[in-house]
């Protein structure tokens, strides 16, 4: 039998009152969960919109104030630490009637800026902001029109909520940690961030500053050494290669993100060197990565299912109308140890 080629026509919310036998305006409540709804009118209509397989056109309820869609912001989806962030986001808000829109912006900050534009431009109801490249006036403008969540930056406004790891912590961590174990030349792969961006305080820059604070402590403010680069596994190889290809090799090196750390460690295998008897690993985000049975390697847990779930609890929080002071989130940070850190060698 022919299938009739021409295409169906869209269920409209005048169908769905019809099959109902309710009005246009019964339905439009149901939808709006609005107050006052009977659960006799709400089991009416849902059964309704079930058997015709009704869905709201998103323009038409954008024009109505809402579209029921949050835009999530991040420069690429390689990062696994990432993933743990939309898990906590979708988590918190699989029960809703919210749908979450994810932009894989890249690392420039014209290239973030163009999709944050393009999520206000679509009319999403909210913005997560997963450590924004973007200038940070435009932010701040795009914040005051829709709300807004950052994850990552430190740095606080009264325009919108804040969930951040406290990296200096977590950079300390790992510095009292390879000192523990003997290493006193210990370097920082750490994200070169964007000066044009005027964030004062994003996660690398307040990594950073708790590393060498930790290394001065120690008394090894000679030893620091602090290589840029970004967190991806290509990063981390060519931060992997300049460290250790140099006069001075540390023996033990500390990366701002897992998936930079495993790029160093395949520099470190190129030039023949073993994690850990050569060279002790550490890596930032305990992703699944970190796990492996193959890898093991020691990472700083940031909680990032926590810090998704937070910020989007947050969001809904400023959907809904919250407008008192803005939030400000922070994660506490732990070491968890595995088998890429072992003792100095003698060698070393």
């Known amino acids: ?11 409209t919310i005048t169908d769905v009152a019809r099959h109902a036998g309710v009005s246009t305006a019964a339905v439009s409540k149901v ?12 089991e009416k209509v849902g059964a309704a919109i079930a058997e015709l397989n009704y869905r709201p056109h998103a323009a038409a309820r954008g024009m109505r104030g809402r579209t029921y869609t949050i835009g ?70 795009t914040a005051q029109s829709t709300p807004t969540v950052v994850i990552g ?21 790992v510095v009292d940690h390879l000192v523990s174990l003997g290493h006193r030349g210990i370097g920082l792969v750490s994200s070169p961030g964007s000066r044009s961006s005027r964030w004062a305080r994003t996660p690398e820059i307040v990594l950073t500053n708790g590393y060498t604070g930790a290394m001065g402590r120690h008394g090894l403010a000679g030893h620091t050494r602090v290589c840029r680069a970004a967190y991806s596994d290509d990063g981390g190889y060519k931060a992997g290669m300049s460290l250790l290809t140099g006069d001075d ?26 994690v850990p008897e050569d060279l002790s ?28 779930s937070t910020a989007a609890r947050l969001l809904i929080e400023r959907v809904e109308g919250r407008r008192e002071r803005a939030v400000q989130t922070t994660m506490t940070p732990r070491l968890v140890v595995r088998g890429s850190t072992a003792p100095a060698s003698a060698r070393a």
Do not use: C
Request: hydrophobic share 45%; glycine share 8%.
């Open 153 to 173: 930056h430190h740095d606080t406004s009264d325009l919108h909520d804040s969930v951040v790891d406290a990296d200096g912590m977590g950079a300390a961590l």
């Open 31 to 42: 939808l709006r969960n609005a107050y006052g709804v009977s659960d006799a009118m709400r």
């Open 249 to 274: 090799r540390p023996t033990a090196i500390m990366a701002g993100a897992d998936v930079a750390a495993l790029g160093v460690w395949r520099a470190a295998h190129e030039l023949g060197l073993r």
């Open 281 to 308: 690993l550490v890596g930032y985000n305990n992703t699944a990565l970190a796990d492996l049975a193959t890898v093991q390697l020691t990472s700083v847990d940031q909680a990032g299912h926590d810090m998704g």
């Open 1 to 11: 039998m022919q299938q009739d080629p021409r295409p169906k026509k869209r269920v």
């Open 72 to 141: 999530v912001l991040l420069d690429n989806i390689r990062n696994t630490f990432f993933a743990d962030i939309l898990d906590g986001v979708r988590d918190t808000l699989q029960d809703s009637e919210y749908t979450v829109m994810v932009g894989a912006a890249g690392f420039g900050a014209e290239a973030q800026s163009k999709t944050t534009r393009a999520m206000v431009d679509r009319q999403m109801d909210g913005l997560i902001l997963i450590a924004p490249g973007s200038p940070r006036a435009e932010v701040l403008a």
